[in-house]
């Protein structure tokens, strides 16, 4: 059975810092590209940042210098340490796995940033 099941989300005050896990199983996580999305009411769900097989990452630009995305491999579990964060980083955020053919999802978890 394949799940990918986030944690790490809540509530913080503008300036604060979260991070997100992603733990995957039930795939051979090695071989997927791992991405995080998020989706704020009303809104799109958009990517916030990915990282490749090969662990090469990418950025949306209304995040880049405040968040980290990270892999590792062995626990098979990707990660996005979130920095400065500002009130338009609350949302749900979701955790993506994918490759040619295959796109699966987590459940999702809420960030709340607000003072």
């Known amino acids: 059975q394949v799940q990918l099941v986030e944690s790490g989300g809540g509530l913080v005050q503008p300036g604060g810092s979260l991070r997100l896990s992603c733990a995957v199983s039930g795939i051979m996580f090695v071989i997927y590209d791992m991405g995080w999305y998020r989706q704020a009411p009303g809104k799109q769900r958009e990517l916030v940042a990915v990282?490749?097989?090969?662990?090469?990452?990418n950025y949306a630009d209304s995040v880049k210098d405040r968040f980290t995305i990270s892999r590792d491999n062995a626990k098979g579990t990707v990660y996005l340490q979130m920095n400065s964060l500002k009130p338009e980083d609350t949302a749900v955020y979701y955790c993506?796995?994918?490759?040619?053919?295959?796109?699966?999802w987590g459940q999702g978890t809420q960030v709340t940033v607000s003072s």
């Open positions: 990282i490749s097989s090969g662990a090469s990452t």
């Open positions: 993506n796995a994918k490759r040619p053919a295959r796109d699966i």
